[in-house]
Structure formats: C-alpha cells, structure tokens
C-alpha cells in the first residue's frame, strides 16, 4: 500500500539554527499539504501545493518559513531562524486532488532547545 | 469562517463499553466532515468522511458517525471499545471553498481500561 514518507522523523536543533523537512507523497497526487501540530492541539495548514504552485500560504509564517515543490512531486519545508516555538509535530498529507481525501505521512517532530 | 469544536479532551470508557466522541462544527456552506484517529508518535489515520449521501457513515475498525444538520454535529461511536481503540481522535471540516484545506478540532484522547 502506497504511503507518504517523511524524513527525519525526529530533529532536534538549538533556536537560530535552520531546519528542513522532506515529504514524499503518494505516487500521482497532485496536491500536497504540510500541517503544523503542537502538542495538546489539532493540525493547522501551513501550505497547500498544487502540482509545483502554492494555493495557499496564509497560515505560513513567512518570515522564517518558506516551501517548495519544485517538480511537483517531493516537496522540503525550511525554518531559518528556528524559534524555540516551532517546537511541534510537522505532517505532510497529500490527495489525488483538491479535495479529496488526504492521506498523512508520519510526521517529523521538531524539538528546538 | 469554519470551525470545528470537540466537547471532552480526554474521554475514558470501560472495554467493551459503547464510545462516544462528540464533535460540532460551524460552516456556511455544506461541510465535508472527517473524524482521524492517531496513535502516539504517528500520523493520522482516516477512520471515515461524510461528503453528500446518507448520513449514517460507517468506517473503519467499527466505528461509524451520524451528519445531523439540524444539530451541526458529527458525533462518532463504536458499540463496543477495544484496548486497541485507545488513541486520539480528531474531527475535521473541509474548506468552504472545497480546496480540501482541513480544519481539525483540538482532539480527544480516548482512554480504554480493561
């Protein structure tokens, strides 16, 4: 059965420091999600790719955080400077299409110190 | 705007005793409703989704959710828990423009004793 994968699992850095994610979606989704979830709360959506094009980034802080999809398939989320934070699990989901049903990664939990 | 509201963050229940997961969700349009469940340290699992159609939903693992419009509530049960069931659950909305961007309620963390 096909899955999302992500890398690392866990990372551990000092604030300051730059980060990255890496995200695998199934074969042939066209649209790719990457949710922020701190502990004790539901996901909230950072960014939503559509084949290589952003949909929506209002959720993204922009200022440290930035994503790209450049091939439309595997997709990397960087935090420069790291903030203490940022702390969270990161998850990245995709689906065949707006839409429809996403399907989640394992997730990276990110622990700045 | 849409939200998503789950009443109880931490539900316990005897096994083989019925489980109940509340969930209300606001939205202006007709919502697509989801319920997740994750086990610690992993990502999130479908369990079942109302789109359009009968509002009695039946998912995976036995557990199904009713769509009350009248209510706005989503509401998701199991006749019987198991110790395996124990997790947290997660309801969510869809976009009201169908982008498919999913806004989740604050969880519930079922507990499961024997």
């Known amino acids: 059965e096909a899955e999302v994968a992500q890398s690392p699992r866990y990372k551990i850095t000092e604030k300051s420091q730059a980060v990255a994610f890496w995200c695998d979606p199934i074969?042939?989704?066209?649209?790719l999600y990457w949710y922020r979830q701190i502990l004790g709360q539901g996901p909230e959506l950072l960014v939503q790719?559509?084949?290589?094009?952003?949909?929506?980034d209002s959720q993204l802080p922009k200022d440290r955080f930035s994503a790209e999809r450049l091939k439309g398939v595997d997709s990397t989320l960087k935090i420069q400077p790291a903030e203490l934070g940022d702390s969270a699990m990161y998850l990245c989901?995709?689906?065949?299409?707006?839409?429809?049903?996403?399907?989640f990664g394992p997730g990276t939990r990110l622990l700045v110190l | 705007a849409q939200s998503v509201t789950q009443l109880g963050s931490h539900v316990s229940v005897s096994e083989g005793a019925l489980v109940l997961l509340r969930c209300n969700y606001s939205?202006?349009?007709?919502?697509?409703l989801f319920w997740y469940v994750q086990y610690p340290n992993q990502g999130l699992q479908l369990l079942l989704k109302?789109?359009?159609?009968?509002?009695l939903v039946k998912g995976i693992n036995g557990f199904e959710a009713e769509f009350k419009k009248s209510e706005t509530s989503f509401h998701l049960t199991k006749p019987s828990a198991h110790m395996s069931d124990a997790a947290e659950y997660f309801c969510?909305?869809?976009?009201?423009?169908?982008?498919?961007?999913?806004?989740f309620g604050q969880g519930t963390t079922l507990q499961v004793k024997p």
């Open positions: 969510a909305v869809s976009g009201s423009s169908n982008t498919g961007k999913l806004i």
């Open positions: 989901a995709s689906s065949l299409d707006r839409g429809e049903t996403q399907y």
């Open positions: 074969s042939g989704h066209a649209t």
């Open positions: 939205s202006s349009v007709p919502p697509y």
């Open positions: 109302y789109t359009t159609g009968a509002t």
């Open positions: 790719f559509q084949d290589e094009s952003v949909v929506d």
